[in-house]
């Protein structure tokens, strides 16, 4: 005999408490996050939140990015979000950054771009892939700095953006010799220049401490590290 169909009433159907809560931080989040495959990003939101991992969510809505008609792959909010995910420890596995990559949406062949340059192998060096994203945001050496130092500072939106200079200096050096076009010795002299401010500010640096000692808006030459990470769409 077929089995009969059941009914239920509302009393039967059990919602568990948390739902609720659940489904409204699930929908902020996606609002604020803005991802460009919502399927591919819930898989990694529910899968990070079932883990008690560091979600997938931007802080704030990028306003530029969610209103803009093309894709430009990585973003501040988004490499922010790979920063807490993958920082906690100096180094992670290539297929955990293409993890968390995938999980974010944003286009393989930007990751594949930025790996390539930083000569990768199984094991990612984090600091170096982060300064390599910084690099992909900026487009200049002196932006891309900038670029991190708002990413990692603890002062509020719109504030100073500070960060200890040991952490400036590790990026700039690495940036610096990446690109191939900068000397040793003008690396050195460029970072002992920064000491007299870093001084009076209890070891840390801020943009407008180092914002204005290059040329920021100078074009890269076609071999610069900065012209090969940046997207087509946004050097033309």
């Known amino acids: 005999m ?12 059990n919602i568990p408490p948390k739902l609720p809560d659940i489904l409204k931080d699930f929908t902020k989040a996606a609002i604020r996050t803005q991802p460009k495959d919502l399927l591919q990003w819930c898989s990694a939101y529910f899968n990070a939140l079932a883990k008690g991992e560091c979600l997938p969510v931007k802080e704030r809505l990028e306003m530029n990015v969610a209103t803009q008609k093309t894709d430009t792959g990585l973003t501040p909010g988004l490499l922010k979000i ?11 596995s ?34 170096e892939f982060f300064a390599l994203g910084c690099s992909a945001l900026g487009g200049t050496l002196m932006s891309s700095l900038k670029h991190a130092c708002e990413i990692l500072t603890n002062d509020e939106e719109g504030g100073p953006a500070r960060i ?7 990026l700039y050096a690495y940036l610096a010799r990446l690109d191939g076009d900068v000397r040793q010795d003008h690396i050195d002299n ?9 001084a ?37």
Not at 2 to 13: G, S
Not at 102 to 127: H, I, N, R, Y
Not at 190 to 198: A, H, I, R
Not at 202 to 223: E, L, Q, R, Y
Request: charged share 20%.
């Open 94 to 127: 290539k297929e955990e950054l293409q993890m968390k990559w995938k999980g974010l949406c944003l286009p393989v062949a930007q990751l594949e771009t930025l790996l390539s340059l930083g000569s990768f192998d199984s094991e990612v060096a984090w600091m």
């Open 190 to 198: 460029f970072l002992n220049s920064l000491q007299p401010q870093v």
């Open 200 to 236: 009076i500010q209890d070891g840390m640096i801020k943009p407008v401490n180092f914002i204005h000692m290059d040329d920021m808006d100078s074009t890269p030459s076609s071999s610069s590290v900065f012209s090969r990470t940046t997207p087509a769409a946004e050097q033309d």
């Open 2 to 13: 077929p089995v009969p169909d059941t009914f239920y009433c509302a009393q039967q159907i």
């Open 164 to 170: 200890p200079f040991d952490t400036f200096a590790q």
């Open 82 to 92: 790979l920063h807490k995910q993958l920082s906690p420890r100096p180094a992670c």
